[in-house]
């Protein structure tokens, strides 16, 4: 899946796929035990976008303070799918945050305007959890509370925010550079109707049945456009479909089947599996890439399963 960069590229290095909670240990060393972190690199312009700042983030930011090429500092982009645990709980050993020659936008959903993105990360970094307030970071940080829409982060590079189906507020991005089009979606499952619908139950309402399932068709036409001829989709493939089905539904997380189905609909190039779940092995997760992975027969979707330190140029 790797060729070599160029100008009009996206370079995407995996650092963290691990999904819930980290997962160190002799089971996990193939695949890596760290949560959600995905570096984004444009060699055009020189920007580094991170999506995501699980525990993997650690391990970037002493790579990024490493780099010759730094100049005078790191500049970087973060955005944050949603403020789960797992997805930013690395973000306070992110060394880069302690230099006063780094800038950081911080790009993620506000739960609600008393919730808004700065209150909710500074929250995390108070003395009831960690020994350095957000206040004392010497880094210059700038926080930026998205919607669903499009936005121009510049040097030519175009963001798209959608929200996806998971128990808090979450968000998928689509990054697009030079013909280039990056989807992601960390934390989600497939739309379904909450509403009854067996004829046969007393509580049945046909009408209110009816708009449930024109809700989860139009959701699903509408997730399935704003992935549409991806060159990379990185995907939340926690649960197998029996999984799934067996008392994981409403969780908030996806089947390998199902992800391979939206890229195959959505004309997808490539798939990448993410948020594994923390009590699968290497050996399992070895398994499941032999079953799903590899060039789809009929659709010629590229999948595989993410790990550690694994990059990509689109």
């Known amino acids: 899946m790797t060729s070599h960069p160029c100008a009009d590229a996206l370079t995407v290095t995996f650092w963290g796929v691990r999904g819930s909670i980290p997962t160190p240990g002799g089971d996990t060393t193939r695949y890596g035990g760290n949560t959600l972190c995905v570096e984004v690199g444009f060699p055009g312009c020189g920007r580094t976008l991170i999506i995501d700042a699980g525990s993997g983030i650690r391990r970037l930011g002493d790579d990024l303070l490493g780099r010759p090429d730094r100049g005078g500092g790191v500049a970087v982009d973060l955005l944050l799918s949603h403020t789960h645990l797992d997805h930013i709980l690395g973000l306070p050993f992110f060394q880069p945050l302690y230099r006063r020659d780094t800038r950081v936008a911080v790009y993620g959903p506000a739960i609600s305007p008393e919730d808004r993105l700065e209150q909710v990360i500074g929250g995390q970094m108070s003395y009831r959890y960690f020994p350095v307030r957000q206040v004392e970071l010497a880094a210059e940080i700038r926080y930026v509370d998205l919607r669903e829409g499009v ?38 499952e497939p739309f379904r109707n909450v509403f009854i619908t067996d004829p046969a139950d007393p509580r049945y309402d046909e009408m209110m049945a009816q708009e449930g399932e024109q809700a989860v068709q139009a959701a699903a036409l509408r997730m399935n456009a704003f992935v549409r001829g991806a060159d990379l989709l990185i995907h939340d493939g926690q649960f197998t479909e029996q999984e799934y089905l067996a008392g994981r539904v409403g969780w908030g997380h996806s089947s390998v089947e199902h992800a391979v189905s939206l890229a195959e609909a959505s004309g997808s190039r490539r798939l990448a599996l993410v948020h594994h779940d923390p009590m699968r092995t290497d050996d399992e997760l070895d398994g499941m890439a032999q079953r799903y992975g590899g060039v789809r027969p009929g659709s010629g979707v590229e999948v595989c399963f993410a790990r550690e330190g694994l990059s990509v140029t689109l």
């Open 151 to 188: 936005y121009d982060l510049g040097d030519g590079i175009r963001l798209s925010a959608t929200y996806l189906n998971h128990p808090l507020l979450c968000m998928g991005y689509r990054i697009e550079y030079r013909g280039r089009a990056l989807c992601t979606a960390f934390d989600t």
